[in-house]
């Protein structure tokens, strides 16, 4: 299994703002997945991340308002850019992959909540 | 495309009480089939998860069988508790990305 971590838990912003979430691994990983989750609904995939080549975006999800890294196996970002009220969410970041036996494991979330 | 396709909660029932969460897909080939559970305020939890047809995952009391021929993964437990309150998922993975079922609140009441 992994164990994966997320920063900051939860956060208060302000309109027009962003806010950079941040992911770890204690293994290393071929893919991770950025997903949001609105209140009381299943989740909804953003993009893939995989190291050493562009994300990849989810039909309604775009590179400038979600900008995501993935600079080494057991790290990535997800950027929430120009933040409006509507991206208030839980976005989660999940680690999976053949070394994983093809399991996703999933961080505790990060909770925002634009004001 | 593949699609997941659980039963509407909420679900409510009274502790020691049997537990049948309905989950059925549509895929091309044999994907692999998961549970996954989310506790209030938390991320989601792996549960358990069957691989190829007429396996049986298992975990925490909860069990889950591969139907190939009913294209199902049902969730079952035999006796629930309060501590089992909390939201399921079933999902299935199709070139390594979940596909998601809508999610099942389950409510246990003592």
């Known amino acids: 299994s992994a164990v994966i971590s997320q920063k900051p838990s939860r956060d208060i912003c302000q309109r027009g703002t962003s806010l950079t979430i941040q992911c770890q691994v204690d293994?290393?990983?071929?893919?991770m997945f950025w997903y949001r989750q609105q209140p009381g609904q299943s989740l909804t995939l953003i993009a893939t991340a995989n190291q050493g080549s562009e994300a990849t975006y989810e039909s309604g999800f775009v590179i400038d308002k979600f900008p995501i890294s993935r600079p080494n196996l057991t790290f990535s970002t997800l950027t929430v850019s120009n933040m409006s009220p509507e991206d208030s969410s839980i976005y989660l970041c999940s680690a999976g992959g053949r070394g994983l036996m093809e399991t996703q494991y999933f961080g505790p979330g990060t909770r925002l909540l634009v004001l | 495309g593949d699609s997941v396709t659980q039963m509407e909660g909420p679900v409510t029932l009274s502790e020691e009480a049997f537990l049948t969460i309905n989950c059925t897909y549509t895929a091309t080939g044999y994907p692999s089939l998961f549970w996954y559970v989310q506790y209030p305020g938390e991320g989601l939890q792996l549960l358990l998860k069957a691989t190829k047809a007429d396996d049986k995952g298992s975990n925490k009391g909860f069990e889950a069988t591969y139907r190939k021929e009913t294209t199902s993964f049902h969730l079952e437990k035999g006796s629930v508790q309060v501590s089992d309150s909390a939201v399921y998922f079933c999902a299935l993975l199709s070139n390594y990305q979940l596909i998601w079922g809508a999610g099942t609140k389950l409510i246990i009441k003592p």
């Open positions: 293994s290393q990983v071929t893919m």
